[in-house]
């Protein structure tokens, strides 16, 4: 195996690559040509990541297991079901699409995960982690039914086993009459520690027609012996389950085999092709690195998850000459550095903590991503890391929450709709005091439409009882989240992806007043209300129209009165949210109206009844008309029809 202590610039020299456009050009490869395919392939992950930035360690670890995979099977027939879409890098570049790798994540480019409409190779779509089992058990039980002879295969990694959902799936097919093979890409962000070669042994004797064969010709000849059958099965058990984790999948229902070394190719090829000719629920355990053939990343997997667009050095360009005022006025004072939301909360739960000893704080595998790094090493007591099981993250915080904790959950928008019904049944219905750090609301950019946070005021709304805040700035993200951790019940503060607009965040935990808007602007005819980060393009669009301009801060409940006295004195409301239209927080405003039986123009601007693609969230919300210039250009269309009709 070729490694690499660089990402190239260039694109490197790939000749065999070059000539797979289909895993078919691959099945006729000798063993010498798929070492070098992969050694190429690898090279190429490097530099197509490089070029457009994205997911990095995951892809790199199953350069040799996509190979083997679309050697060993016959896709597309055979059904190949990725979990994590982390890892679908390198099939992606061995099924049609090497070229426009370097698109990847980019607006109107190949999408970060595997996706139907994409390829026919993509068998399932994915985003979110943990459904490849049931899905692909899915696809084996249609095949049953068809009567169609199909292998499909569950590839699960990256820490996705240690979620309910994929036992539950396992639970369910090893107890069913479907061919399953389940491959655990164990890349120690999984199950289990380095067993020894004892386990490898056994995994070759395991994995050899040899053993299969007289596996399976011993039970017909034990099956006429009076418990000779259970007595064969119970050793082979107990000698699995002292040197391997099979104990656990063979109650499942499943042959286990492994673990084996998820790099050699070789012997991936020949189990992969053993497995592939069994009927039943089959188990194959693989052990990888995170990174592998790129020692960057081999030394730090985490780091390397993912990277960004490796920008060419160019010419240092001469340094920009201050901001300057009006005539006459001196310079325009900068604004504070922008900061990172998911930092701003990050401070922000350290120094509640320090105050405040009944604080605790989940999250379910998000910890970089969420900004707890800091707060799990001086609070280690009180971090509570449950792995990617979103539902058990919220009922945990319940339970703590019943005996006078105060827990802050701390979930990404696109995630915390797993924990969905947990939340009203868990917390909501028994009114516990639990607080959600809802980060990546929004339009959360390249991730695409499994990451968008695009319906969480939506779905928090309607929950009674529920408290819902959105900053527009770092300022009010830290006192948001004060004021919901002092609120006595449920609470949620979402705020978006990446940094602020540059306001000073000051040391303080004050509290922000629950319900209350912020005028920032008083014009005429008409008014914006806007939620969250889109303050920031109804200040620029206010300015233009001379309109006032409302920071509503509080999606639930609504500052009643600042919605009323807007109504009276302006002849449209223009309401502003990152969010689905359908049931947001525009909704409520026209909810209100209706209720007091208010009639008023109401314009509601949000995100349109779609998924939305995947690019950078300016390109995004220009997309969707929530830049300045389009709710600029919306609301003087708006006016101008009004004025026809009079």
Request: proline share 6%; glycine share 8%.
């Amino acid at each position: 195996m070729k490694l690499f202590d660089e990402i190239p610039v260039e694109r490197p020299a790939t000749p065999l690559l070059d000539t797979i456009d289909t895993p078919a050009a691959l099945r006729a490869l000798s063993m010498v040509q798929l070492l070098e395919l992969a050694d190429e392939l690898r090279a190429y992950l490097l530099y197509s990541v490089g070029c457009s930035g994205g997911h990095f360690g995951a892809g790199l670890g199953v350069v040799e297991l996509t190979v083997a995979l679309h050697q060993a099977l016959d896709t597309p027939h055979d059904r190949l079901v990725w979990d994590v879409g982390h890892q679908a890098y390198p099939h992606k570049i061995l099924t049609g699409r090497r070229e426009a790798m370097t698109s990847i994540r980019q607006y109107r480019g190949l999408a970060a995960f595997p996706r139907r409409i994409e390829s026919e190779y993509d068998t399932f779509g994915v985003g979110h982690s943990s459904t490849s089992i049931s899905a692909a058990l899915g696809m084996a039980l249609a095949a049953r039914t068809q009567g169609k002879q199909r292998r499909v295969c569950a590839v699960i990694g990256d820490g996705a086993l240690t979620a309910g959902m994929a036992f539950e799936a396992l639970a369910h097919a090893g107890h069913v009459d479907a061919n399953l093979l389940v491959i655990l890409n164990d890349n120690e962000m999984s199950i289990s520690e380095n067993v020894g070669g004892m386990a490898s042994y056994l995994a070759k004797v395991f994995a050899s027609r040899t053993y299969t064969t007289v596996r399976e010709s011993g039970k017909k000849v034990l099956a006429h012996l009076p418990g000779a059958l259970e007595i064969a099965r119970r050793t082979e058990e107990h000698m699995k389950g002292m040197v391997s984790p099979a104990t656990l999948f063979e109650e499942m229902g499943f042959n286990y085999i492994g673990p084996i070394d998820g790099h050699d190719l070789p012997r991936l090829i020949h189990t992969l092709r053993t497995l592939r000719d069994l009927d039943g629920p089959q188990f194959l355990h693989i052990r990888t690195s995170k990174g592998k053939g790129f020692r960057p990343a081999e030394a730090d997997p985490i780091g390397y998850h993912a990277i960004t667009k490796l920008e060419k050095e160019t010419a240092t360009s001469a340094p920009k000459a201050p901001a300057q005022g009006p005539a006459g006025q001196p310079p325009v004072a900068p604004r504070a550095k922008p900061r990172k939301y998911c930092s701003v909360f990050g401070d922000w739960l350290c120094d509640m903590a320090a105050v405040d000893k009944r604080l605790i704080g989940i999250t379910p595998a998000m910890r970089e991503g969420s900004d707890l790094i800091r707060f799990s090493k001086e609070y280690p007591e009180r971090y509570f890391d449950v792995a990617i099981a979103e539902q058990h993250a919220v009922t945990l915080a319940a339970g703590m929450a019943c005996e006078k904790m105060k827990p802050v959950v701390a979930i990404y928008s696109t995630f915390l709709q797993r924990g969905y019904d947990q939340l009203i049944h868990d917390v909501a219905v028994q009114q516990l005091d639990v607080t959600f750090a809802i980060d990546r609301a929004g339009l959360v950019g390249e991730d695409g439409p499994t990451h968008h946070g695009a319906l969480d005021l939506s779905y928090l709304r309607c929950v009674p009882g529920m408290v819902i805040l959105a900053p527009a700035d770092e300022a009010e993200c830290r006192a948001m989240l004060s004021a919901a951790y002092h609120h006595a019940g449920p609470a949620a503060v979402r705020y978006p992806r990446g940094t602020g607009p540059g306001t000073a965040v000051p040391d303080h935990l004050e509290a922000l007043e629950i319900g209350r808007a912020e005028p920032r602007r008083r014009g005429k005819r008409v008014a914006l209300l806007a939620f969250g980060s889109l303050n920031v393009p109804a200040a620029e669009a206010a300015e233009r129209l001379d309109a006032t301009h409302l920071n509503m801060r509080s999606v639930k409940p609504l500052d009643r009165d600042a919605v009323l006295e807007a109504a009276r004195h302006h002849d449209l409301l223009v309401t502003l949210e990152d969010n689905a239209v359908a049931g947001g927080a525009g909704s409520a405003v026209n909810e209100l109206l209706a209720s007091e039986g208010v009639r008023a123009g109401v314009l509601n601007l949000g995100l349109p009844d779609a998924f939305i693609e995947h690019g950078k969230p300016a390109e995004l919300l220009r997309e969707c008309g929530l830049d300045a210039e389009s709710i600029e250009a919306s609301i003087r269309q708006r006016l101008d029809r009004e004025g026809q009709r009079e």
